[in-house]
């Protein structure tokens, strides 16, 4: 049971962080080209785990093996679900990116009900309410854009992500797990890179938010969603997720001075609901258990 809670709370701090970048992503897009923004945030992010590569050696031959299979296997869903929302960003707003990619919030359990994993009705009722607060909360009525399609790829790469993550979580040690994916994920946007060859404007370069972005955006997250889904389920931790864009919003309150009408209020109070949905059907069912025994 702590050890829930302690993911429960990696998680939410997850979501405190990814709530920060999508004002500094718009912004970067504008500057860098979005396979330059995700080369720099991943390099900057493996930096700072290069003093625990050689921690790596330490694992048993068939340890390594696992490790590096999911450098490449998750590296690829990451980098894949980075570099659709850069993209969508160059098109749509932040506040329908976030929503768009919140949807991931349903996709998880759709997709592991596909493969026959059973998702309680506490999940699904959970998902569905998140899902209708993020849209009161996010979407703006303007039409559907280039961008908006973009997104919907994050939000299937994104969930393809959690899900693969919630396997090798389990299985692998938080630490090393966490440096081999951002290692994967920065070859995948070198090749990015060397296939798109952009022009970079150094004069313009935007090194406080490429260091913002690589050190809390991706490497802390990265680990600390590492920690979180060691602890919670991949349909669980899809619920907290939604709450980005919550966080997405009370910043762009604090920082930009945007508000949220009656609507907006409205689907933040059911995103939050919704997690609470789901952290209380987790704790009474802990406790049935703990009785039962």
């Not at 409205?266 to 406790?287: E, F, K, M, N, P």
Request: aromatic share 14%; net charge positive.
């Amino acid at each position: 049971m702590r050890g829930h809670l302690w993911g429960l709370l990696y998680l939410n701090l997850v979501t405190v962080l990814w709530g920060t970048t999508f004002v500094v992503v718009k912004g970067t897009v504008e500057v860098l080209s979005p396979s330059l923004i995700i080369l720099g945030r991943f390099l900057v992010a493996s930096l700072c785990f290069l003093p625990f590569t050689l921690t790596l050696r330490k694992e048993d031959e068939q340890s390594q093996r696992v490790l590096w299979l999911a450098a490449f296997e998750l590296g690829f869903w990451l980098w894949a679900g980075y570099a659709t929302q850069a993209v969508g960003l160059q098109y749509t707003s932040a506040s329908r990116s976030a929503f768009i990619t919140a949807l991931n919030v349903i996709l998880v359990p759709i997709i592991l009900g596909l493969f026959g994993r059973r998702i309680g009705l506490a999940v699904w009722a959970a998902a569905a309410l998140a899902v209708v607060g993020v849209g009161l909360l996010s979407y703006d009525g303007s039409p559907p854009n280039l961008g908006d399609l973009w997104t919907l790829g994050c939000a299937f790469t994104y969930a393809a992500y959690i899900i693969r993550l919630e396997s090798y979580a389990k299985r692998l040690p938080a630490l090393g797990l966490t440096t081999v994916q951002v290692y994967g994920t920065a070859l995948f946007a070198l090749a990015w890179v060397l296939w798109e060859q952009p022009r970079v404007e150094w004069d313009r370069f935007p090194w406080f938010a490429i260091f913002y972005l690589g050190v809390f955006a991706t490497a802390l997250t990265t680990l600390l969603q590492t920690l979180g889904q060691g602890r919670v389920s991949a349909p669980e931790a899809a619920i907290i997720y939604v709450l980005e864009p919550v966080w997405a919003s009370v910043f762009a309150f604090l920082l930009l001075g945007e508000r949220l009408g009656a609507q907006g209020l409205v689907g933040a109070a059911l995103v939050v609901s919704a997690t609470l949905i789901d952290s209380l059907q987790y704790y009474w069912r802990s406790r049935t258990s703990a009785r039962d025994r």
